[in-house]
Structures are given as C-alpha cells and as structure tokens.
C-alpha cells in the first residue's frame, strides 16, 4: 500500500517562536524528514505535506526549503500572517514555494465573521490552482460549508473532519453533511486517534466520512509527530486501515493528496 501523507508536520523550536509549544507536551524540540523517514518505516510511505505549525513567514521559508531539499516532503501548506495587523488574505508569501494555506482558526467566532480577509484568502487561491485548508471547530462547519459554497473554484480541504479528538455530536454531523454537500469540499482523515477513542467510533467516523465524501475527496493523514504522542507511525496506519471500510483504497490513501497538492 503506497500512502501520500498529507498531514504531517517539520519544526525547529530552538530556531522558531511556536506559540503552542511546550515541554509537557513531550513532544522533540526540532522535528526533521529524516525523523519521519525512519518512523514510517515498513508502513508504505511514499512522500507527505508537511503543514506549518506556527505563524511567520520566516518559519515558512524554512520549511518551504526543507521540503524543497528533501525527497519525501513533496508539498507544504503555510500557515502564517507576516504582521499580525494584516488579514489572512493579504498574506505576503513571495518567494516561497506552497501548495496551499491553512486558516487555523478554531478560536473565531462561529460563523468565521472575525477572520478577516478569508474570503479573499479563498479567492486568491482558487485563482492560482492552490488549496485552502481549514482548522475549525465542529460549531463552524456550517460557515465553512457557506465558505466552501462561495468560492466554488476553490478546492477547500477540512483539517482532522472537522473534529480533531471532539465528540462524535449531531451538531457535527449535519455540520460535516453540509460542507460534504460542496463538490469542492474535501478532508482530511487526520487528527483522529486518542488514548481514549475506541475502534468502534474510529470506525464510525470512517463510515461517516467515506459516505459523505467518497474515498476520491479523502485522504490519508497521520499528524506526525502528534500521533506519536500516542500511537506509532505503523499503529496509526493500522488502525486507520482496519476502521476504513474500504481499506486499501488507492485514493484515500495516496490518489486524492497527489491530485490536490500542486507539487513543489
């Protein structure tokens, strides 16, 4: 099984401020490719996104030349506002390479009113062939359906289905169904392993999902060196394999990732 990850994550904390960084986390201060070569060993990994982690523009030069240099991270997703006066939209991202931007905004408001400059993020890169990734909470999915349906050119992936380690609610389903109904709407299956989470409900989330979008608006993505908190890089494959109900589909594992994301 041939796997395109696409979502996982590079950093330097020793070089970068990473606002959410912290030591009781237990997670390593510097996290490089050859790091991920070597946890996904065995388990099929072809090449990943790597997704920013913190909110500078010098952070994503640095990872846009990581990717560049490297063989396995193939794409990379930013995620930054050189000044933080300036919207989301007026983003200065000159001179490096990107596949795509993530709106981490899981703190705004519900109906995304307080994100300013979104939909012209949105536009901008639905012109220039670019995907926009969203990090939201379930309460926001309705907005982010009425986002996804605005801006009908633009490929809009949801981030962890909307979820993350949340509670498998009725709010989140018609919420997920909603954005799902956009053609131009895809997800992520990331994010989604908890020491708490049975397989039962993992297995859940994947029916939910594959019904709603197909495996061809899916994808693989293991938020390493998140997960590995938690799980190993071959567990979290396992066991996303064995809660998919068609487990070896070649676009949710690597088809869709590769179609999506503009290459480098």
């Known amino acids: 099984m041939r796997i395109v990850d696409a979502h996982v994550h590079l950093w330097d904390a020793d070089a970068f401020s990473i606002p959410w960084f912290r030591d009781e986390l237990r997670l390593p201060r510097v996290v490089t490719p050859t790091m991920l070569r070597e946890a996904a060993e065995g388990s099929g990994l072809d090449s990943a996104i790597a997704v920013q982690v913190a909110d500078t523009a010098r952070e994503g030069r640095w990872l846009a030349e990581t990717a560049t240099a490297d063989a396995v991270i193939a794409r990379t997703v930013l995620q930054f506002e050189p000044d933080g006066r300036r919207p989301l939209g007026a983003t200065a991202v000159d001179g490096i390479a990107f596949s795509g931007i993530r709106a981490a905004v899981p703190g705004s408001a519900a109906d995304l009113s307080d994100v300013a400059g979104l939909d012209e993020l949105a536009a901008t890169l639905g012109v220039t062939g670019r995907v926009l990734e969203l990090l939201i909470r379930p309460e926001q999915l309705p907005a982010a359906a009425a986002l996804t349906r605005r801006h009908p050119m633009t490929t809009v992936v949801l981030c962890h289905l909307g979820l993350g380690y949340g509670e498998l609610s009725d709010a989140w389903l018609t919420g997920l169904t909603a954005i799902a109904a956009e053609p131009n709407a895809h997800a992520k299956f990331s994010g989604l392993l908890s020491p708490t989470r049975t397989h039962a409900e993992l ?27 938690t799980h190993t890089y071959p567990q979290v494959v396992a066991a996303v394999r064995r809660a998919l109900p068609a487990g070896d589909a070649p676009a949710f594992w690597s088809g869709t990732a590769e179609r999506l994301y503009p290459s480098l």
Do not use: E, I, T, Y
């Open 203 to 229: 297995a859940r989330m994947a029916r939910v999902a594959v019904s709603l979008f197909g495996a061809d608006r899916l994808m693989f993505g293991s938020d390493w060196p998140m997960s590995a908190r």
